[in-house]
Nanobody, 123 residues
């Protein structure tokens, strides 16, 4: 069974840092585009960051968040620094098949999803 499992969420004060991890099992994701999305209460799911050979970021996190991957561990990471209360959301990891199309920031272009991890930033 193919799964993506996120970890690393939690409660942090504004200005703090968290590192999210997303481990893939059941297949290798080294050829996939990997992404992070988030969804705050009452809001639509939104793009945060993506990586294949290059990285992409939403304007709201550029300069504060860093996406990276370790193909040997079949894992993608999201380092989040200078966190703000507006970053509070459930964060989801996503992956495409090896052959993919469509924009990196559109959630329906991803084929696999994790269950999500809660990130709460207090002011």
């Amino acid at each position: 069974q193919v799964k993506l499992v996120e970890s690393g969420g939690g409660l942090v004060q504004a200005g703090g840092s968290l590192r999210l991890s997303c481990a893939g099992t059941g297949r290798t994701f080294s050829g996939s585009r990997m992404g992070w999305f988030r969804q705050a209460p009452g809001k639509e799911r939104e793009f945060v960051a993506a990586i294949r050979r290059v990285t992409y970021y939403a304007d709201s996190v550029k300069g504060r968040f860093t996406i990276s991957r370790d193909n040997a561990k079949n894992t993608v990471y999201l380092q989040m620094n200078s966190l703000k209360p507006d970053d509070t959301a459930v964060y989801y990891c996503a992956a495409t098949e090896d052959i993919y199309s469509g924009t990196y920031y559109t959630s329906y272009n991803y084929d696999y999803w994790g269950q999500g991890t809660q990130v709460t930033v207090s002011s």
